[in-house]
């Protein structure tokens, strides 16, 4: 079982814009709450105790959440990869769950995760048609490409403009890294120039490790969960019926970090 992770909050998240005026994104509210206590209450609930942040806009803002926080100075040149690799020395310590702070989620998603095997392994959502639909007046345009073997290995991602049969599911932005597994990667992003590390984002990552024959295991994931980039999205996540049973895990007692 895996008692610690690691939460990427850097961006400031300009198309919540002015909602994210004078916090990052992560603080954004949904159903009266930001987005980061749901967030921390689930990774609580999953027996998670050991949680570190890494900041960089509004960083100064995150510091009443968690006790172990990294800064990325750097947070409006690089894309998420660059934040992952801020706590480095902290990854190196232990295996850690890695969990994006635009999106919310049951606990038994990080269940699933933490009890996965594999030195990286990521969790995705089988369903991820009814969730874009409902998002998006094309889907396809923002999906990517996803696919899982019968072992449960992941073959393929990140690859924009793919067909509907290319897309198997979407990665959600939820991370089991191993010590092993944090090494392998930290090993890649070593041997990577800074401009090309600067716009990596995690799916290309995936998508380089793949190509280094790197084994990424890949687990579906439980509903409800949700990922927020817009007021068009919180707008859905509070009032549509079909996210009926998102608010409702949403509006359960919050543990406080």
């Given at each position: 079982m895996i008692t610690?992770?690691?939460l990427l909050a850097a961006g400031r998240g300009s198309r919540l814009a002015p909602l994210t005026d004078d916090r990052p994104k992560c603080l954004v509210p949904?159903?009266?709450r930001p987005l980061l206590e749901y967030q921390i209450a689930a990774l609580r609930h999953a027996g998670v105790t050991d949680i570190a942040i890494v900041g960089g806009y509004r960083h100064e803002r995150l510091e009443p959440f968690v006790d172990t926080r990294f800064v990325n100075p750097r947070w409006d040149?690089?894309?998420m990869v660059v934040s992952l690799a801020c706590a480095a020395e902290w990854l190196a310590a232990g295996d850690s769950l890695v969990c994006y702070t635009d999106i919310v989620y049951a606990a038994a998603a990080i269940d699933t995760l933490a009890r996965s095997r594999?030195?990286?392994?990521i969790t995705y959502d089988p369903h991820w048609l009814d969730l874009w639909s409902a998002r998006f007046?094309?889907?396809l345009r923002d999906a990517e490409s996803f696919a899982v073997d019968a072992t449960g290995r992941l073959t393929d991602i990140g690859r924009k403009n793919a067909a509907l049969e290319d897309i198997g599911g979407q990665y959600m932005g939820l991370v089991k890294l191993s010590r092993h597994g944090w090494q392998t990667v930290a090993s890649h992003l070593r041997g990577l120039p800074p401009d090309t590390l600067d716009r990596l984002d995690m799916t290309a990552l995936f998508g380089r490790l793949l190509g280094e024959g790197v084994r990424i295991d890949a687990v579906a994931a439980p509903w409800p969960w949700a990922e927020v980039d817009s007021p068009d999205d919180l707008a859905l996540y509070q009032s549509a019926p079909r996210f009926l049973g998102l608010r409702q895990m949403l509006q359960q007692p919050v543990v406080q970090p």
């Open positions: 610690r992770a690691l949904l159903l009266g040149q690089g894309n594999g030195d990286i392994v007046a094309e889907p």
